[in-house]
C-alpha cells in the first residue's frame, strides 16, 4: 500500500478519482445523503434499495461506497468478489449502534413466534439473525406481503417501525432505536417555517417521530421524497430528513426552493447526520488510490446475512427500477 501523503494539497482531486475509477475499474455509489461533491461525480446515488439493487448488478471490480459501513457492508454481501472500500471506517449509523447483536438475539429467543422485520440500517451480524430485511422504499410492499396473523418483531428504528404499524394496523413488537438525524427535529421549530412559509407542503422520512411526521403532506423514502419535491405544486418544500438530499432537488428542478426543517434551536446543523459527513474528496481518493479501508466479512456470517437481503429483493420486486438510478 501506498503511504498517505502529509497534504494532498494542489493535487486535482476529482481529475485523480476519475483516473483512479477507470484503472481500478471501480464504481462510485453515493447515497443522497452525501456531500454534494461526492454526489456529483458519483456513478450511481440513491437510497439503500437502489444502491443495494445496483451493488448486487455492477461489473465493476471495485465497489467505492460513499455512505455509511452498514451499506457498504451490504454491497460486500451482496457482491463478494468484489472489493468494497469505504472512504471513512468510523462512518457508523446510530441505528445500528442502538442495536447490538447479542440483545437482539436475546429479544428474538424471548419472542419465538415472531418473525425478525429489520430495517437495513443494521450490522451484517443482526441482518444474519433476522427474516427479512426492508429499506424505507421497500418496507410497505413486503409488509403487505406478510400474514395478518403473522406476528412481528421490527427493528431497529421505532418510529420507521411505529409508521408502518398505524398505516397497515398490525401490532408488531418494537426495537427502541432512533435515528439521530430525525429525532433532531423540532415541532415548534417547523410550526413556526410553516407559518413564514404559508401553504408550503412538508415531505418527511418515516424515521422522524410522529410529532414531525404528523405534520407532513407526504412521507415517504429519500427516493420517494425526491419523487414528490419533482412533482409538488407550489414553489417551495420543507424536507424534513438530512438537507444533503435538497441538492438531487435543486439539480431537477431549479424554479423551486427548498428549506431543511430546523433542529432544536431552529440554527443547529443538527439536521446533517454526522456520519455520513466523514466521507469527503480525499478520503475517497485515498481509498481509491490504496483501496482500504476494506470491507471484508467472514463467508458464513454473510451468507446468513445474505438469506434476509435476498428476500428483501424478491419481496421488493419492481418497487425501485434501475431506471430511478441517477446515473451520470
Known sequence: MTDQPLSL????????????????NAIILAHY?????IQDLADYIGDSLELS????ATDAAVIAFCGVKFMAETAKI????????????NAGCSLED?????????????????????????????KALSDIIVTSSSAETI????????????????????????KFDREMLLWPGVCIVHEAFSETELLKLKAQHPGAPVAAHPECPPHIADHADYIGSTSGILQFAKTFTGDTLIVATEPHIIHQMELAVPGKTFIGAPGADGQCACNICPYM?????????LALRDLTPRIEIEEGLRLQAKKSLDRMLEMAGGTVGMGDLGAR
Open 78 to 89: 451482496l457482491a463478494p468478489e468484489k472489493i468494497v472500500v469505504l472512504p471513512d471506517l
Open 98 to 126: 442502538s442495536c447490538p447483536p447479542e440483545k437482539f438475539a436475546q429479544f428474538r429467543k424471548a419472542n419465538p413466534d415472531h418473525i425478525a422485520l429489520t430495517y437495513i440500517n443494521c450490522s451484517t451480524e443482526v
Open 9 to 24: 494539497t494542489g493535487l486535482d482531486l476529482r481529475a485523480e478519482i476519475d483516473r483512479l475509477r477507470k484503472d481500478r
Open 33 to 37: 445523503y452525501q456531500r454534494p461533491e
Open 277 to 285: 459527513a466523514l466521507n469527503t474528496l480525499e478520503k475517497l481518493y
Open 143 to 166: 409488509l403487505s406481503q406478510i400474514p395478518k396473523d403473522q406476528k412481528i418483531i421490527f427493528g431497529p428504528d421505532r418510529h420507521l417501525g411505529g409508521y408502518l404499524s398505524r
Open 53 to 56: 439493487k445496483k451493488a448486487a
